[in-house]
Every structure is written in C-alpha cells, then in structure tokens.
C-alpha cells in the first residue's frame, strides 16, 4: 500500500518514512541470492496502515510454496533427459532435505 509508514532503527528510534526507489538487485554469478536496494525519505505524513493484513501474510506462504514448486518442476525438466540416474536421485534427495 502506498504512502508512509514507520521505520524503526535500533540507535535512532521509530520515524515517519515513505520508500522511494525500491530496487530487486540479482547478479548472474550469485546463484540463490536476491538483494533488495529500498532507500527511505523522512516525512511528517501520518503512517498509512501499522501492520501487514493477515492475508498478505497468506500469500506470502502461497508465494513461496508456488515458486518452490515451479523451480523443482523446471530444474526437472531442465535436467532429466542428460544427467545420469544417481545426480538426479542426489539432486530430489537434497531438496527434500533428506
């Protein structure tokens, strides 16, 4: 939801800020890694909302099993036909955590 909210950093306390220029960094040589870039501007607008519905907090779950289920499907499917039975047997054991 757009418009302010609050920030709270441990040495300088609660504060007033809207987000400006968020940013999702990824680089190709970084496998498994996302940053995120978010700088924030100080503002006297009131907060727009306190805290995340529980719904968004839902689809965040939903998110995540989904893009879970996508990346096993296309590394699969990606890699079935030319890696020799025990790579993939290690591989599905692996991120079953077995």
Request: aromatic fraction near 8%.
């Amino acid at each position: 939801m757009p418009g302010a909210g609050k920030l709270v950093l441990p040495h300088q306390g609660e504060m007033k800020v809207i987000v400006k220029n968020p940013r999702r960094v990824h680089q190709y040589n970084e496998v498994g890694l996302v940053r995120f870039s978010i700088a924030f501007e100080i503002t006297d607008e009131e907060p727009t909302t306190t805290q995340a519905p529980l719904q968004t907090v839902y689809e965040l779950g939903n998110a995540k099993t989904d893009a879970l289920s996508a990346f096993k499907l296309n590394f699969l499917a990606a890699y079935i036909s030319s890696a020799p039975d025990f790579v993939l047997d290690d591989i599905i054991a692996q991120h079953r955590g077995i």
